[in-house]
């Protein structure tokens, strides 16, 4: 089952690669919209119909099994000592975020101030500690999944933090394709945890967006940055101004007292 909906999954990024809606499957293998969304959020495919829908994806279903069996090997998250080597040079960190963000080792070139054989240097210095492979002619096989993330409390994510309180706030956020909101409430721990799921699947749809975009020349794509967070918090001034709980009555209390006899 698991292999399965890895099969569906490749496919479905496989149609939005190409940016083949289900539209344009419906009317290629004469079937309704409604069919098609529902074959491929339910499965229940036929293997023929399968093979159909990689024909209009382009793409051979011994490619996808390839790719899901290539993603089997793929982490999540780095150990804690890979990302201290990562941090431990700026460079290397940087080449690592245009690996994520799927630049190949020539657009690092034509990007920044680095020289081919620099790039190739520190894609190697990546490619020992697992965090990618690199295949001939200088391509960039990434190793770790599209759900990566580093450590919440990690040395690259502590990296991060700092700085986007120094830059990343800097900005008003009122231009073009900006926005930061900021909300307050009181939540009950169920609708907390709804809403943190919530939060999840948009990170998931920015993730699926970003591998939608990779296919894209570099000059139409422009680094990103999504930020979400969410916790029980209170500004430190207002929580001083809490009112302080009742302290018992220090006569009551002595009165409560067992008494010792004196002798």
């Known amino acids: 089952m698991i ?34 969304k529902r074959l491929l959020s339910r499965g229940g495919l036929t293997l023929e119909r399968f093979e159909q829908i990689c024909q209009v994806a382009g793409i051979r279903m011994v490619e996808l099994v390839r790719e899901t069996d290539r993603g089997k090997d793929m982490v999540s998250q780095l150990e804690l000592s890979q990302e201290r080597v990562i941090m431990a040079d700026v460079r290397l960190l940087l080449v690592a975020v245009c690996a994520l963000n799927h630049l190949s080792a020539d657009d690092m070139v034509a990007v920044y101030d680095l020289t081919k054989a620099e790039v190739i240097k520190l894609l190697l210095k990546l490619e020992k500690i697992d965090f990618l492979e690199l295949l001939p002619e200088n391509r960039i096989r990434l190793k770790v999944s599209r759900t990566f993330s580093w450590h919440p409390n990690g040395p690259i994510q502590q990296y991060f933090k700092a700085r986007a309180q ?37 990170a998931n749809e920015f993730t699926e967006l970003h591998e939608e975009s990779k296919h894209m020349p570099l000059g139409e794509r422009r680094s990103t940055t999504l930020l979400l967070a969410i916790r029980p918090w209170e500004l430190d001034e207002f929580r001083a101004l809490r009112r302080k709980p009742p302290q018992p009555n220090a006569r009551a209390a002595s009165a409560a007292a067992p008494k010792t006899a004196l002798r």
């Open 3 to 36: 292999e399965t909906t890895a099969l569906m999954d490749a496919l479905k990024r496989a149609l939005r690669a190409k940016r083949i809606t289900y539209a344009e499957v419906a009317r290629r293998l004469d079937l309704s919209e409604a069919s098609v």
């Open 166 to 202: 120094n830059e990343f706030f800097r900005a008003h956020f009122d231009g073009d394709n900006e926005i930061m909101l900021l909300s307050n409430a009181t939540l009950t721990p169920a609708t907390q945890a709804q809403l943190v799921q919530r939060l999840k699947r948009v």
